[in-house]
C-alpha cells in the first residue's frame, strides 16, 4: 500500500505559487505517494492552482494513486464549481 501525504494549500493560492506547487506535488507523484491536499486555509484560489490540481487528480488515476482535496474552504469550493470541476476534484458545494 502507498504512503500518504498531505500538503497544506496556501491562503492565496493563486497563479504565483503555481509553479512551486506543481513542483512540490510533482515531487510526492514521483515518490508514488498518496497525496492530500488540505484547502481549509484557502481565501483566493485561481484558475491556474485549479490546473494544475487537475493536472495531479488526472496522473494519479493512471498512476493508481490517490489524490484527495481534505477540508476545502468556502472559497475553494466556489471556484471549483464555477469552473465546473468539483466533480473531477471530488468536492461538494
Known amino acids: 500500500m502507498a504512503e500518504s501525504i498531505t500538503y497544506q494549500l496556501e491562503k492565496f493560492a493563486d497563479i504565483s505559487k503555481a509553479e512551486?506547487?506543481?513542483?512540490?506535488?510533482?515531487?510526492?507523484?514521483?515518490d508514488g505517494v498518496n497525496i492530500h491536499i488540505d484547502a481549509s486555509q484557502v481565501e483566493r484560489v485561481d484558475t491556474s492552482v485549479i490546473q494544475v490540481l487537475l493536472a495531479l487528480f488526472s496522473t494519479m488515476e493512471k498512476q493508481?494513486?490517490?489524490?484527495?482535496?481534505k477540508e476545502p474552504s468556502e472559497t475553494f469550493l466556489k471556484a471549483a464549481s464555477m469552473l465546473g470541476v468539483s466533480e473531477f476534484l471530488r468536492v461538494k458545494h
Do not use: Q
Not at 512551486?20 to 514521483?30: D, F, G, T
Open 20 to 30: 512551486a506547487l506543481h513542483e512540490k506535488l510533482e515531487s510526492y507523484l514521483n
Open 64 to 69: 493508481h494513486l490517490t489524490a484527495t482535496i
